[in-house]
């Protein structure tokens, strides 16, 4: 078993949708991260996070500590938000050694 | 302020030739990150340098990989005697401050085809 696991691995969603992607964790962490990578492109940094809740624009993400949960909420969906995204964290190691997710390939169509 | 930048952003090597990858932090950032995601597979981390010093490899394979973040200029994944399992996706990120929750910022990548 993964120590980070995404649900789900494909979401494909109409514009305007609400989207919710979900990871859950196994270890102990420090902080959380939510990134984006585009097909054949960088990935950016959407979120760090280590308790609570952040929003920006029409990103929002939460965590449970307790749980060893996360979300990352989309709201009204573009496609221009088609991407993969993917959830990392820190636990124990030095920091940049993060663990990361499979991701979540997100298709959002007109 | 420009932000990480890798170059060469696509790379074509043949099996036994070096490969080598630079990573410029953003201006102001001391902590440089790589990374590595094979085909199909998640990211994973390799190697965290500060300048003139590797702080954490504990990811980096154990033979022909080595990296360095000299005083000048820009860091270094350096791949010896590459073979086809190196082709990859190499992602390089910075940040400023030393500290376990400090936001990283990546660059565009660096895509090794193996030939």
């Known amino acids: 078993k993964n120590e980070v696991e995404q649900s789900p691995q494909n979401l494909t969603a109409q514009e305007g949708e609400f989207i919710t992607i979900n990871c859950s964790y196994s270890v102990g962490i420090s902080a959380l991260h939510w990134l984006q990578q585009h097909p054949g492109g960088g990935i950016v940094s959407l979120f760090m996070?280590?308790?609570g809740k952040k929003k920006h624009g029409r990103l929002i993400a939460t965590i449970n500590i307790q749980e060893k949960h996360s979300s990352l909420h989309i709201t009204a969906s573009h496609p221009r938000d088609s991407a993969v995204y993917i959830c990392a964290v820190s636990s124990g190691g030095s920091q940049g050694n993060l663990i990361f997710g499979k991701g979540t390939k997100l298709s959002v169509k007109p | 302020n420009a932000g990480v930048m890798q170059n060469p952003r696509h790379l074509v090597r043949r099996r036994g030739q070096e490969a080598r990858l630079r990573c410029s932090p953003m201006k102001g950032h001391s902590h440089v990150y790589w990374y590595r995601q094979l085909p199909e597979e998640g990211l994973k981390f390799m190697v965290y340098?500060?300048?003139?010093?590797?702080?954490?490899e504990s990811g980096m394979p154990k033979e022909r990989f080595s990296a360095e973040f000299p005083k000048e200029g820009p860091s270094i994944l350096r791949i010896q005697q590459v073979v086809r399992g190196d082709s990859a996706a190499y992602f390089c990120?910075?940040?400023?401050?030393?500290?376990?929750?400090?936001?990283?910022?990546f660059g565009q990548g660096t895509r090794l085809t193996v030939v």
């Open positions: 340098l500060q300048k003139e010093n590797i702080i954490d």
């Open positions: 996070l280590s308790s």
């Open positions: 990120a910075s940040s400023p401050l030393r500290g376990r929750n400090t936001e990283a910022f």
